[in-house]
């Protein structure tokens, strides 16, 4: 069974630039999650999605990021402007509606 | 808020070592807990999921606990290998939605031959 797979693996961009990650869950899962862990600390959830909606996104700092996820398959995780706070390792989790998630290896994020 | 805190933030033990990490959670309204393992540069592997109607969960040499009404749970490791050797993390499911976690800053374990 393939994993959720994420990419890019490394991204390096410079302030107020704009940067995209891509996810695709695990097949048949219907629930995906983004999450943001910031070095030297546990992974915050950022949006949940069920199917191709929108379940929680109240830690979203939505003036700047944005995600969608149509046809309820892969995602797309949207910074823009980024700044230097913003960097960190960006997961992808997904879940087919049971309580144990699948993580993808992540796409790491400088902002310089 | 739930904050989720995790001791120590890091250990060094010889290989052979039975381990004890800890975790404390400060909301008890919780739907279940989980322990991941993150190895660097890759992503979370879950380790052992607990529900809140359980008191323990056993996977080989792992042992995880949960004491609900005192916002605790501890992973036991039991006879240390240099492969156990990752960050783990602990996780309590809560909130509004099922499937949002709330995760500690995760107990970075190095096991030396």
């Known amino acids: 069974e393939a994993g959720v797979a994420q990419s890019p693996r490394y991204k390096i961009i410079e302030k107020r630039q704009s940067v995209a990650f891509w996810c695709n869950p695990i097949s048949g899962h219907a629930t995906l999650y983004w999450y943001q862990q910031i070095l030297g600390q546990g992974p915050k959830l950022l949006i949940q999605?069920?199917?191709?909606?929108?379940?929680?996104d109240s830690q979203l700092p939505k003036d700047r990021f944005s995600a969608e996820r149509l046809k309820g398959v892969d995602s797309t995780l949207k910074i823009q402007p980024a700044k230097l706070e913003d960097s960190a390792v960006y997961l992808c989790?997904?879940?087919?509606?049971?309580?144990?998630?699948?993580f993808g290896s992540g796409t790491q994020l400088s902002v310089l | 808020k739930q904050e989720v805190t995790q001791i120590p933030a890091a250990l060094s033990v010889p290989e052979g070592e039975n381990l004890v990490l800890n975790c404390s959670f400060t909301d008890s309204a919780i739907y279940n807990l989980q322990w991941f393992r993150q190895d660097p540069g890759k992503g979370l592997t879950s380790l052992l999921l607990i529900q809140s109607s359980q008191r323990e969960q056993t996977s080989g040499r792992l042992n995880a606990s949960l004491d609900k009404s005192s916002g605790r749970s501890t992973l036991y490791i039991a006879a240390s290998q240099p492969g156990d050797s990752a960050t783990y993390l602990c996780?309590?499911?809560?909130?509004?939605?099922?499937?949002?976690?709330?995760f500690g800053r995760g107990t970075q374990l190095t096991v030396w031959p």
């Open positions: 999605f069920q199917n191709n909606g929108v379940v929680d």
């Open positions: 989790a997904s879940t087919q509606g049971g309580e144990k998630l699948f």
């Open positions: 996780a309590v499911g809560g909130g509004s939605t099922l499937g949002r976690l709330y």
